[in-house]
């Protein structure tokens, strides 16, 4: 080997050193990130919450619909620094994309290639978006959501697995005489939002194992809204030409397909700033560093505007806006019958859980990223399956009822469509009222004593009075009750309890 060879390898050797780093760290942090994120949606005890609850609260979306203006302006400066390393590092779906990706990058290297921007494509899904917003249609903002979207993932198709193996390790234990572990009795949620989880990883899968990050820059609202700012990062990858041999090395690397080598251009409004395409240059004709204001500007004076731009830039001003206007307004069978499951009562008015204020504020802010149904240690909150407000989370008691010590779901909304509430302020709020339903209960249907539904209401809002040959029968104080269903749920009458609970369309404090 000559010198110059020599040289040309410790040159090789050194650049590598430099470059790697970027694209190694970005990797940790991810890892990190979605290390922090999962076990929220499968913790059922709480203590993960406590410690990282706040991963899920700088969320993009999130953090919009709660009017989080710090954690936007955060996102926003991050953003403008140092481009999007919110999808790399911060959104729990754009690093389960990548996972995906580096499977297929396994099977295949060098599998990508350069594509024009699909911005129709890109403005249509915003505006679907902001539509949904403004008519407050949530089912589809939770559709479209990408931290909700890895909810649902997460606590349909994850937290079976993780409850199994816990119950397994419980088993385990239970046989040495140990009990660090306990068993914990897995509900089903709902079917509807089964599917949808598991349509959606299909769907990520594929997308992610063929053509990288597709989903990201063609159908994710967030990332075209975040692609707008990244356009003008002052930290970017940039490409020297006087030592790019137009290998197109890079570009077939690039999960964002928006490195186009002939014309020594990067589209920076679809980088998700993975460094990926720095680690493969053999030339070290790519780097990321710092361009400055003027460069950033300059480089936006040369692209073309064009109409669909600007209406672009128009209907990111009305997601702020309508984002805004949106958030400112707004199993006992106590001895006396066969153990039967329960049915759900025909409510006139879902029950919304307590810290949601009223129906309204839960329809404008939730994402249904099915956080506050995971949490839920009594398997009161369940997803609902009418369109309107598909896969938000409702109070059913057929399964347990709300226990007025209990505040998990307000912990842990990250939105704001369930407030935060300490023990005194949750046992305050009535959610709804009781409802005695005289053909169900067992005193007057099996001429038996019973009183379960006085004896469990923790607010003393049911009294027994007395009835024919001695039995008595409940009668309801709707002043003093909460809604919290403990009467509903510990009801022997079944299938449909003799006394449920009402929802009411707005809260308030008793």
């Given at each position: 080997?000559?010198?110059?060879?020599?040289?040309?390898?410790?040159?090789?050797?050194?650049?590598?050193?430099?470059?790697?780093?970027l694209?190694?760290?970005?990797?940790?942090?991810?890892?990190?990130?979605?290390?922090?994120?999962?076990?929220?949606?499968?913790?059922?005890?709480?203590?993960?919450?406590?410690?990282?609850?706040?991963?899920?609260?700088?969320?993009?979306l999130p953090?919009?619909?709660?009017?989080?203006?710090?954690?936007?302006?955060?996102?926003?400066?991050?953003?403008?620094?140092?481009?999007?390393?919110?999808?790399?590092?911060?959104?729990?779906?754009?690093?389960?994309?990548?996972?995906?990706?580096?499977?297929?990058?396994?099977?295949k290297?060098?599998?990508?290639?350069?594509s024009?921007?699909?911005?129709?494509?890109?403005?249509?899904?915003?505006?679907?978006?902001?539509?949904a917003?403004?008519?407050?249609?949530?089912s589809?903002?939770?559709?479209?959501?990408?931290?909700?979207?890895?909810?649902?993932?997460?606590?349909?198709?994850?937290?079976?697995i993780?409850?199994?193996?816990?119950n397994?390790?419980?088993?385990?234990?239970?046989?040495?005489?140990s009990?660090?572990?306990?068993?914990?009795?897995?509900?089903?949620?709902?079917?509807?939002?089964?599917?949808?989880?598991?349509?959606t990883?299909?769907?990520?899968?594929?997308?992610?194992?063929?053509?990288?990050?597709?989903?990201?820059?063609?159908?994710?609202?967030?990332?075209?809204?975040?692609?707008?700012?990244?356009?003008?990062?002052l930290?970017?990858?940039v490409?020297?030409?006087?030592?790019?041999v137009?290998?197109?090395?890079?570009?077939?690397?690039?999960?964002a397909?928006c490195?186009?080598?002939?014309?020594?251009?990067?589209?920076?409004?679809?980088?998700?700033?993975?460094?990926?395409?720095i680690?493969?240059?053999?030339?070290g004709?790519?780097?990321?560093?710092?361009?400055?204001?003027?460069?950033?500007?300059?480089?936006?004076?040369?692209?073309?505007?064009?109409?669909?731009?600007?209406?672009?830039?128009?209907?990111?001003?009305?997601?702020?806006?309508?984002?805004?206007?949106?958030?400112?307004?707004?199993?006992f069978?106590?001895?006396?019958?066969?153990?039967?499951d329960?049915?759900?009562?025909?409510?006139?008015?879902?029950?919304?859980?307590?810290?949601?204020?009223?129906?309204?504020?839960?329809?404008?802010?939730?994402?249904?990223?099915?956080?506050?149904?995971?949490a839920?240690?009594?398997?009161?909150?369940?997803?609902?399956?009418d369109?309107?407000?598909?896969?938000?989370?409702?109070?059913?008691?057929?399964?347990?009822?709300?226990r007025?010590?209990?505040?998990?779901?307000?912990?842990?909304?990250?939105?704001g469509?369930?407030?935060?509430?300490?023990?005194?302020?949750?046992?305050?709020?009535?959610?709804?009222?009781?409802?005695?339903?005289?053909?169900?209960?067992?005193?007057?249907?099996?001429?038996?004593?019973?009183?379960?539904?006085?004896?469990?209401?923790?607010?003393?809002?049911?009294?027994?009075?007395?009835?024919?040959?001695?039995?008595?029968?409940?009668t309801?104080?709707?002043?003093?009750?909460?809604?919290?269903?403990?009467?509903e749920?510990?009801?022997?009458?079944?299938?449909?309890?003799?006394?449920?609970?009402?929802?009411?369309?707005?809260?308030?404090?008793?």
């Amino acid at each position: 080997m000559n010198k110059n060879e020599k040289s040309a390898t410790k040159k090789s050797t050194k650049r590598d050193s430099i470059k790697t780093p970027l694209r190694n760290i970005r990797i940790i942090l991810a890892l990190i990130s979605i290390l922090l994120i999962t076990p929220l949606f499968l913790d059922f005890t709480g203590t993960w919450h406590s410690i990282f609850g706040w991963m899920a609260k700088i969320q993009f979306l999130p953090a919009i619909l709660s009017l989080n203006v710090l954690v936007i302006i955060g996102l926003i400066i991050l953003t403008l620094l140092f481009g999007r390393l919110y999808c790399s590092v911060i959104c729990p779906l754009g690093i389960l994309q990548d996972g995906f990706g580096w499977a297929g990058k396994k099977a295949k290297k060098n599998r990508y290639s350069y594509s024009k921007p699909l911005n129709i494509l890109r403005y249509t899904f915003l505006g679907i978006m902001l539509i949904a917003i403004i008519l407050g249609i949530n089912s589809m903002v939770a559709l479209l959501a990408p931290y909700s979207a890895y909810g649902r993932i997460a606590s349909s198709l994850l937290k079976p697995i993780w409850i199994w193996g816990n119950n397994l390790l419980a088993t385990w234990a239970e046989q040495r005489n140990s009990y660090a572990f306990y068993q914990v009795e897995y509900w089903q949620y709902g079917y509807g939002v089964l599917i949808v989880a598991g349509i959606t990883l299909i769907v990520l899968a594929i997308l992610a194992w063929r053509n990288g990050r597709t989903y990201c820059n063609t159908i994710c609202p967030v990332g075209t809204v975040l692609g707008f700012f990244s356009r003008f990062a002052l930290f970017r990858i940039v490409i020297d030409k006087s030592k790019c041999v137009d290998c197109k090395l890079c570009s077939r690397n690039c999960k964002a397909s928006c490195i186009d080598i002939p014309n020594h251009n990067i589209d920076y409004s679809r980088c998700v700033s993975c460094f990926d395409c720095i680690g493969k240059c053999n030339k070290g004709a790519l780097s990321y560093k710092y361009v400055g204001l003027k460069a950033a500007n300059a480089h936006q004076a040369n692209e073309k505007i064009d109409g669909s731009r600007r209406q672009f830039i128009t209907s990111a001003a009305i997601l702020g806006t309508s984002a805004a206007l949106s958030a400112a307004d707004k199993t006992f069978d106590g001895g006396l019958a066969v153990i039967e499951d329960k049915k759900k009562p025909n409510r006139k008015t879902r029950i919304a859980p307590p810290g949601a204020i009223s129906l309204r504020n839960l329809n404008d802010h939730c994402t249904a990223c099915q956080l506050c149904i995971s949490a839920c240690p009594n398997g009161v909150l369940r997803p609902m399956t009418d369109i309107e407000n598909f896969m938000q989370p409702e109070s059913s008691y057929e399964n347990g009822y709300c226990r007025p010590e209990c505040t998990r779901c307000s912990d842990v909304c990250p939105t704001g469509a369930i407030r935060p509430l300490d023990i005194a302020e949750k046992s305050s709020i009535q959610i709804g009222h009781a409802v005695w339903v005289k053909s169900n209960c067992v005193p007057i249907t099996d001429d038996v004593e019973c009183g379960n539904c006085a004896r469990h209401c923790p607010t003393g809002a049911i009294t027994m009075v007395e009835y024919k040959n001695g039995h008595m029968i409940p009668t309801v104080n709707t002043e003093r009750c909460i809604g919290c269903g403990a009467c509903e749920n510990l009801c022997p009458a079944r299938p449909f309890s003799a006394i449920y609970v009402e929802g009411h369309e707005n809260h308030r404090i008793i």
